[in-house]
């Protein structure tokens, strides 16, 4: 079988690293020969890019995951570059998988031209599928339709995989969010207030650990730098030498760091998927959504709080005593997703055999 793949390759660290998580879970459970890749903000699938490209050299064309719904200003008011009557001249099955809803509360949610392409979409699909952080439930009250909802692709990075780290000191993972920042911290005042909390916190830890700054776009470098300026044992990493298409050198710091503070989503998957313990620093729905639907609720805290540096400090302190217990606990959530996503792929193997192209 050869495979389109088409997701965010945007920049985004997170992003590089939920496509390793795709193609991992279809190599594992598919019979596959090879996987191509193509950026969905970035390719228009027109005609001729359908029926030269998708139709005449692919078997699938796999769409997502990660939040592409979101975009009220794209052209469909989500990610995927289609025109709605054209859907139906894919001729090959196609899948939108794991799929996260991403619009942030006062946006608006989906505009009436994305709902309209999304039923589209749903309807021509051989299987549509929602991430885990309770984007079901938010898309639902959009669209009123159930989906599926299975595990972020991002959860099964290690899957048949291993990554390595080159840092040898025990040291604390800190991951920050610093674009759509209007709608993370809420106004100017907001956010150097978080930096002060955070420069705080990183302070305390410095006396434990070294710190480790893990932008994953290129506006994040400039909050991390602003937190660890002058503070001993805290720097940014390189971010060049993880980004984009090295995401993968990245990886081994999740799965090596003692624990992590996470404000973007792919933040907080990465580690668990590593059995690393991690803290929500939650400024969207979907950040306290996942931590629920991991069962992980207690070590979610809020940037808008009126008590965020005290919450984060007595959290880091309960992670820090049930360590081992959290762990525990994590290795039991993996089992759980590993066994989720294989129900998913029993499903999408009945549909595609239904279609005759497996």
């Not at 793949?5 to 939920?18: P, V």
């Not at 090879?34 to 359908?50: A, S």
């Not at 794991?98 to 309807?123: C, M, Q, V, W």
Request: glycine share 8%; net charge negative; hydrophobic share 35%.
């Amino acid at each position: 079988m050869k495979i389109l793949h088409t997701y965010c390759l945007n920049y985004n660290i997170g992003d590089y690293a939920l496509g390793i998580g795709v193609k991992n879970l279809f190599r594992e459970y598919l019979d596959v020969d090879l996987i191509g890749e193509t950026n969905l903000q970035g390719t228009v699938f027109d005609e001729y890019f359908i029926e030269e490209v998708v139709n005449k050299k692919y078997d699938l064309l796999v769409i997502g995951g990660g939040g592409i719904i979101h975009g009220a200003h794209w052209p469909n008011g989500w990610f995927w570059l289609i025109e709605e009557e054209l859907i139906e001249k894919i001729k090959i099955p196609f899948i939108v998988y794991g799929a996260g809803y991403n619009y942030f509360k006062d946006e608006g949610g989906i505009p009436e031209i994305g709902r309209s392409h999304l039923k589209k979409t749903i309807e021509k699909a051989a299987y549509f599928s929602i991430r885990n952080d309770e984007s079901a439930k938010r898309f639902y009250e959009q669209m009123g339709i159930n989906v599926p909802e299975i595990p972020d692709p991002g959860f099964h990075i290690n899957l048949n995989k291993s990554y390595s780290c080159d840092e040898n000191t025990p040291f604390v993972l800190i991951q920050l969010a610093n674009d759509k920042q209007e709608h993370r911290f809420g106004s100017a005042e907001k956010k150097q207030r978080f930096i002060q909390d955070m420069r705080s916190i990183v302070s305390d830890l410095t006396n434990k650990y070294k710190v480790i700054f893990s932008p994953h776009v290129y506006d994040d470098i400039f909050i991390s730098q602003d937190i660890a300026y002058g503070i001993e044992n805290a720097e940014v990493w390189d971010f060049p030498i993880y980004a984009f298409d090295n995401c993968a050198e990245s990886l081994g710091y999740y799965q090596a760091a003692e624990f992590v503070l996470a404000m973007r989503g792919h933040g907080q998957i990465l580690p668990v998927a590593f059995n690393t313990p991690v803290i929500s620093l939650e400024n969207h729905p979907k950040h306290s959504g996942l931590m629920r639907k991991l069962g992980l609720a207690d070590y979610n805290v809020s940037l808008q709080s009126d008590s965020f540096r005290q919450d984060l400090e007595s959290t880091i302190s309960k992670l820090e005593r049930n360590k081992a217990g959290y762990i525990e606990k994590l290795i039991a959530i993996n089992e759980n997703l590993k066994a989720e996503s294989k129900k998913a792929f029993d499903q999408i193997k009945q549909n595609l055999s239904r279609s005759q192209k497996i």
